[in-house]
């Protein structure tokens, strides 16, 4: 004989109650946290943009998510066995049973990290080729257009246009952007790619020179020059790229892909230009010399020139053969004249008896007889052809005889009568599979319903909207209630004893009477 459970007061949850309340406790208890702990099983962004992976010690682990939207914002993102400090909102995942914390900011575990994660990353790109010295361009010697990717409001922008001014003043554009913080690196890279998009001849001219600039600073404060997108951006630049971040002792992973690094933004400007009065004297000193070598040149031809005219015989010795030969031509010129004219007229002569009137009278006889003969072909080609197609028109006209007509109406008339016989089975057999499933849908509809555990005894028990009530936590003492049952409907109202639900007495409206029960202690569920 198996023995009956003991009644308990204990409530009955579902699981997705207790794990609702699960959830808000955790929240309401412990907020916002800070966790320190390293990076287990990232993989990189899913293909939604989240990030999901685990954050453990050597006694614990702890899941993690950062969302799509803050992950597009983090200045450091998780690394595979980095120690990182993670910042953001404890909770529960009820869809498996697991607490997890939402990150809302991802930062290394100390300087000593930063300095791991930088050297990493620079082993990872000179392992891709990024900095090696034949991938570097030169500088040009003279820039018309410079542009300078700095903050448009510190001293660095100042010093430069300063230098440049003194030295060689040209033009030069500046691309603001903000040199520190969570979205300096991609502001860098995003100025250095559009100077590269720049058209030829746009409105704009396209800077031949690019420089980066900063003031020094800590670790921290240059890290967005470390960014593997501005180093990759820095790498496909096809404009001469200069690198003036920090002072001589700074140094950043855009100083080994820049084209040439320089110690201090103004060390960027010298190197950018030369000076304008030193090339100033430079060119006075080479016109100088090209003036004077002119001159020597031109004496020592002249005098060579001289002294080959000496050299050169008088006009009259170098035209007497030629004068010559001329006069000789001359002589025989009226002869050459009269023997060319009589061999024209002689050509002519025999080309005259060949243009008779005999052979056109020839060739027009034969074109007539070849026409009249395509005359008699044509018109017996057109007897043909009315004749066929009179053979034809009999033909067809014979074929149209009311019993031919007859025949093929009938023949159709059957043909429609066999496609009527099958449309009508088709439209049988469609309309009996409709009502079957129908009838399942009926079936299953009202196997569903909650009407059919009502049958069994159960309740339904809404507020004044109409609406089903699942916790009673959220409701005050007092409150209206409906209670549906199998037969009908009941109003009630809430009453708490000590905190718990006691009992749920009927509304005066509608008098309902309380029956009555054995004398027990567990009371009633409403």
């Not at 009999?394 to 025949?407: E, F, N």
């Amino acid at each position: 004989m198996i023995d009956s459970p003991k009644s308990t007061n204990a409530l009955e949850l579902t699981v997705s109650e207790l794990s609702g309340k699960l959830k808000r406790t955790v929240e309401e208890t412990f907020g916002n946290v800070r966790v320190r702990g390293e990076i287990s099983g990232f993989r990189g962004p899913h293909s939604s943009g989240h990030c999901y992976f685990s954050i453990k010690d050597e006694k614990a682990r702890l899941e993690a998510v950062i969302w799509r939207g803050v992950a597009s914002r983090l200045k450091f993102m998780p690394e595979e066995g980095l120690e990182m400090i993670a910042s953001g909102k404890l909770t529960t995942y009820p869809g498996s049973s697991k607490y997890q914390i939402v990150i809302d900011n991802l930062e290394p575990a100390g300087a000593g990290a930063l300095m791991v994660l930088l050297e990493e990353r620079r082993k990872k790109l000179a392992a891709e080729g990024l900095f090696d010295a034949n991938r570097k361009q030169l500088l040009p010697f003279m820039p018309g257009v410079i542009g300078v990717i700095t903050s448009p409001t510190g001293a660095v922008i100042r010093d430069i246009l300063h230098r440049l001014s003194d030295r060689f003043p040209l033009h030069v554009l500046v691309w603001p952007v903000r040199v520190q913080g969570e979205t300096s690196g991609a502001e860098v890279a995003n100025g250095i790619t559009r100077f590269n998009q720049m058209p030829l001849d746009g409105p704009l001219p396209r800077p031949d020179l690019l420089i980066v600039a900063r003031g020094g600073g800590s670790l921290e404060d240059l890290w967005g020059f470390n960014d593997e997108v501005l180093v990759r951006a820095a790498a496909d630049s096809h404009i001469p790229l200069i690198s003036a971040v920090g002072h001589e002792t700074d140094w950043t992973l855009i100083d080994h892909v820049a084209d040439w690094r320089a110690p201090t933004p103004t060390a960027a400007a010298e190197k950018a230009v030369p000076v304008k009065a030193e090339l100033q004297a430079q060119l006075a000193d080479l016109s100088l010399r090209l003036k004077r070598a002119q001159v020597r040149y031109f004496e020592k031809n002249r005098t060579a020139l001289r002294s080959l005219v000496r050299a050169l015989p008088s006009v009259d010795t170098l035209l007497a053969l030629p004068r010559r030969r001329f006069d000789e031509a001359a002589g025989r010129l009226p002869r050459a004249l009269a023997a060319n004219s009589q061999q024209a007229r002689a050509r002519f002569e025999r080309t005259g008896l060949r243009l008779s009137h005999r052979p056109l009278i020839e060739r027009i006889t034969r074109q007539r007889e070849r026409l009249q003969n395509l005359a008699r072909a044509n018109a017996l080609g057109l007897y043909n052809l009315s004749r066929h197609k009179r053979t034809r028109l009999d033909g067809a006209t014979r074929r149209l005889t009311p019993r031919y007509i007859s025949m093929r109406v009938g023949d159709q008339k059957i043909k429609i009568s066999e496609w009527e016989t099958r449309l009508n089975r088709a439209m049988q057999f469609r309309l009996t599979g409709l009502k079957t499933q129908l009838e399942n849908s009926i079936r299953v509809l009202e196997t569903l319903s909650y009407q059919r555990v009502l049958d069994r005894g159960f309740a339904v028990i809404k507020n004044t909207d109409g609406r089903a009530i699942t916790a009673l936590g959220q409701y005050k003492d007092g409150a209206p209630i409906s209670i549906e049952m199998r037969d009908g409907n009941t109003d009630a109202r809430i009453v708490r004893t000590a905190g718990k639900v006691q009992n749920a007495r009927p509304a005066a409206s509608k008098k309902a009477s309380k029956p009555k029960t054995p004398n027990d202690n567990q009371g009633s569920l409403f």
